[in-house]
């Protein structure tokens, strides 16, 4: 059988590698304006009117609120921003939590700007916040969210100004393929009605409404996920076949106030047990609901 001469083959294969770039561009091309779509979609949404009160009970109230759903594991305790979700440099992207004072470097919100953004998971501009996860409290009663604004709107200016926010390539991929949850707007219910108060109970259904909090590190499902970033830990299995099913409620209550299991290993300081200021009922409640989650 006659060989095909050097020259054809390597037409075909300068033809070949070509052909894969080309097609590379057109999906990446793709990729680029679905994201930037999604990025900048606006959202009409309709804002509830809350009562908000500044007394000492409700700022109370707000802190334990802010101290259980991780503004302050996130933000630091002076809110002026902390977390570093993607350092500068990272092929994704950056993504440091925000300065939410109202120092320099953070910024300036008025009480329905507030409510846009922890109800809707949208900035004043009408747009998706980054990462942000809204939709983890955004469900909160009306009670609730009212003495959450109440006291972070409230805390003291600090100037900070971090990193501003990127999102590269490799990341553009991720938020395109639904691999990271960039955009909380898209997962919220706009149209959705809550309710004025919800009274603690050591009920599942109470743990319940505790543990959504839990959901952006330990998944929807309580089941665990992969590190959040390169060379973390894995995030664990917190649901009823996880090791939360072996232990003890008492036990539980010792994890979620000290960081340290029933086998005497130290939880990693990935898990922002630190900041927690849940009162004994609260993880009575979450205990009873994770044991539930199967």
Request: aromatic share 10%; net charge positive; proline share 7%.
């Amino acid at each position: 059988m006659k060989k095909a001469p050097i020259k054809t083959v390597l037409k075909w294969f300068g033809i070949s590698i070509l052909s894969i770039i080309l097609l590379a561009i057109l999906f990446y091309t793709v990729v680029y304006i679905s994201t930037q779509n999604r990025i900048n979609k606006i959202y009409q949404v309709s804002l509830q009117n809350l009562t908000l009160s500044s007394d000492s009970l409700s700022f109370a109230k707000g802190k334990h609120i802010a101290q259980n759903r991780g503004c302050m594991g996130c933000h630091g305790e002076n809110l002026a921003g902390k977390e570093v979700f993607l350092p500068p440099g990272s092929p994704m992207g950056t993504l440091v939590a925000s300065n939410i004072t109202s120092g320099k470097g953070g910024i300036q919100y008025n009480d329905k700007d507030w409510i846009r953004i922890l109800r809707h998971g949208v900035n004043k501009e009408g747009k998706s916040v980054w990462f942000m996860p809204s939709h983890e409290f955004c469900h909160l009663s009306n009670s609730d969210m009212s003495a959450l604004i109440s006291y972070v709107k409230n805390q003291p200016p600090v100037n900070n100004t971090v990193p501003k926010k990127e999102i590269k390539p490799l990341g553009r991929l991720m938020v395109f393929l639904n691999k990271f949850p960039l955009l909380p707007a898209e997962f919220i219910n706009h149209s959705e009605k809550y309710a004025d108060d919800i009274p603690p109970a050591i009920t599942p259904e109470y743990g319940a409404y505790l543990a959504t909090a839990c959901q952006g590190c330990h998944a929807k499902t309580y089941t665990g996920s992969p590190p959040l970033g390169p060379g973390g830990p894995a995030i664990p299995n917190i649901s009823h076949t996880g090791d939360v099913g072996k232990w003890k409620e008492q036990e539980f209550i010792t994890v979620m106030r000290t960081g340290k299991r029933p086998d005497g290993k130290q939880l990693s300081d990935a898990m922002p047990y630190k900041y927690f200021t849940f009162k004994e009922d609260e993880l009575k409640a979450i205990y009873a609901f994770l044991h539930q989650v199967k």
